[in-house]
Nanobody, 123 residues
Framework: VQLQASGGGLVQAGGSLTLTCTASDRTFSRYAMAWFRQAPGKEREFVAGITWAGGGRSYADAVKGRFTVSRDNADYTVTLQMNSLKPEDTAVYYC?????????????????WGQGTLVTVSS
């Protein structure tokens, strides 16, 4: 499956952005999906994930209560709604797919990756 991430941009602290990841085909529904981010000089870190049917979600502590992940298997999309953004949320955000039902926070377990979209939060 091929993934295309979009929606990044520049926003002031306290603002909102919505990231969208679009998959290439209907096999999308067989994959658990996740968002990761990587800031300059830092390791890639888990942000949020959602199971193949959308019944299970997981969030990093740093984004709980501010970010919401959702998916639409009919449209082959997974969305990350980001509210109350902080400067420390600045990073390149990647969507990733992992075959099967389980969610994992380890980026090494994900097979397919989107190209990344830059989110910059100014103070």
């Amino acid at each position: 499956v091929q993934l295309q991430a979009s929606g990044g941009g520049l926003v002031q602290a306290g603002g909102s952005l919505t990231l969208t990841c679009t998959a290439s085909d209907r096999t999308f529904s067989r994959y658990a999906m996740a968002w990761f981010r990587q800031a300059p000089g830092k390791e890639r870190e888990f942000v949020a994930g959602i199971t193949w049917a959308g019944g299970g979600r997981s969030y990093a502590d740093a984004v709980k209560g501010r970010f919401t992940v959702s998916r639409d298997n009919a449209d082959y999309t997974v969305t990350l709604q980001m509210n109350s953004l902080k400067p420390e949320d600045t990073a390149v955000y990647y969507c990733a797919a992992r075959y099967g039902v389980a969610l994992e926070s380890d980026y090494r377990t994900y097979t397919y990756w989107g190209q990344g979209t830059l989110v910059t939060v100014s103070s």
